[in-house]
């Protein structure tokens, strides 16, 4: 067969519904009201949108979101870089697109192209595949039989870089449901837990006023411990309430406290310091003393060997990876040989594409960690977490409790949960 040939065949197996007709960016704005972009990507069948995200406490070793910082010339690149050689391609080659965007940036960390343009491109892609072939997202990606809903780990008290003034040091106060009978009782239990944790609040701090940080949480004017009593105390009343098995779990985001001039963690509202040592000593107190379900960024992001060190004396505490790995294969590679962790974040954008993330979870799921498909502080209302839960896997999705940008992933999944009926079932946890 010619050549010419060759290509009429392939073109006419071709689902031509898919190919990519037209890809336009724009200049939007998230949740802490920052400039985003978000990306449409038109199919001759379907139609497909996807926006960035933003952390506020980034890891080093996430990609550059916007060439120079600038949002614009990110949106430039789109028009000028991407588009021209995305046109006419077919918008299932999810892999090949990813590749062709690297291809594009010729970076190790899309410092050219913007790791938030190739994120928007990327998804944005997948989000138009899934419409061209009438599917939801999830169900594109993972197939028939992909029926496991995360459990919903959410933020309830937040201080760290999310919020400010005399705000906890530790950056987020999680809740965990365990043994939730389906999401929407997981969920209807984050929320009762909020709910009540603003109660208990109202009375612990009296110049409280219903604050709350970029994810929605509590931000109020206590102490670590404090706050980690009144979540212990909501664990029992809401349990009880509930019938949902409540568990408390904590974001330290060490890395905001990490001072590498002094080498120690500054907590400046306890006024505390503590080196390594006794960073393992207090947090692994905190694990038992609390019943602690989850911690993630207990150390500093390079402090790969104190990371090994906790996940050796904490049991079954889920000891996560979120900076630590930056949901890059190469850094999770180096962690696992470790020991580091036995949990680990996905966020889509630290990495860039959806084929980086979904190689990334699936090292970490090969060696048995449990994976985490998280939003970011700042948020679009977007729901495409929700999908990729789903659709990587992953037991847990941490997309907060409250507010529209989280509220709009959470009822993502209840739509979802009941578009399954009685396949959907809640993904199991080893805790
Ligand atoms: P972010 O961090 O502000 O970088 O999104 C949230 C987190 O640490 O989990
Ligand atoms: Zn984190």
Redesign the pocket.
Known sequence: MSSEEGDKHKIERMDVSTVIEDITARKIFNSRGEETLEVDVTTLAGFGRASA???????KA?VISYPQGIVDRAIENVANLVAPELIGRNADEQEEIDLLLHEIDGTADFRNLGGNAAYAVSLGTADAAAASHGMSLFEYLAGYFANEIPNPLGNVIGGG??AHGKTPDI??FLVLPLKANSFSEAAKANASFHRKVGSFLRKADKSFTNGRG??GAWAPNIGNEEALEIMSKACEVVSKETGVDCRVGL?I?ASSLWSSKEKCYVYPRDRVKRDSEDQIDFISQLVERYNLAYI??PFHEQDFRSFAQLTKMTGKCLVCG??LFATNMERLGHGIELGAANAA?I?TNQVGTLTDAWKTTKLAQKAGYTTIM?????ETTDTHIAHLSIALHCPII?TGVIGGTRISKINELIRTEEMLGERAKMATLRL
Do not use: F, N, T
């Open positions: 995200p933003a952390g506020a406490s980034k890891g996430e870089k999310h950056q987020e970029d994810e974001d985001a993630e960024d979120d900076d974040i966020k998280s939003h970011r502080s700042g941490k």
